[in-house]
């Protein structure tokens, strides 16, 4: 089945550091851009970093200098490196990808997302 796979998240303490991984299954080729998102308790979800193939990268301002996406291609793996974790952080994160992947027998040039995986920043 073609998916993405999140790992990484967990429990925190205020100004500790994570680093979210999330992993192509073997159904899926290439991906062009991928991001992470978050939904924080009662909120709706909002886009954390961005990144292309290039290695181009984007991040919302409420985690400049805290926060690094990066990738690994060959692994079609993308990396979210947190720190400096604030409480306001506390969320599921989310990653997605543009990326060509085959499901039975077809292949499909599309976004998918990863299930999620829980951050929480708490003392």
């Known amino acids: 089945q073609a998916q993405l796979v999140e790992s990484g998240g967990g429990l925190v303490q205020p100004g500790g550091s994570l680093r979210l991984s999330c992993a192509a299954s073997?159904?899926?080729?290439?991906?062009?851009?991928m991001a992470w998102y978050r939904r924080p308790p009662g909120k709706q979800r909002e886009l954390v970093a961005t990144i292309t193939s290039d290695g181009n990268t984007n991040y919302a301002d409420s985690v400049k200098g805290r926060f690094t996406i990066s990738r690994d291609n060959a692994k079609i793996t993308v990396y979210l490196r947190m720190n400096s974790l604030k409480a306001e952080d506390t969320a599921v994160y989310y990653c997605?990808?543009?990326?060509?992947?085959?499901?039975?027998?077809?292949?499909?040039?599309?976004?998918?997302w990863g299930q999620g995986t829980q951050v929480t920043v708490s003392s």
């Open positions: 997605s990808g543009d990326c060509i992947g085959t499901d039975g027998g077809t292949d499909y040039d599309k976004r998918y």
């Open positions: 073997e159904s899926i080729f290439t991906c062009h851009n």
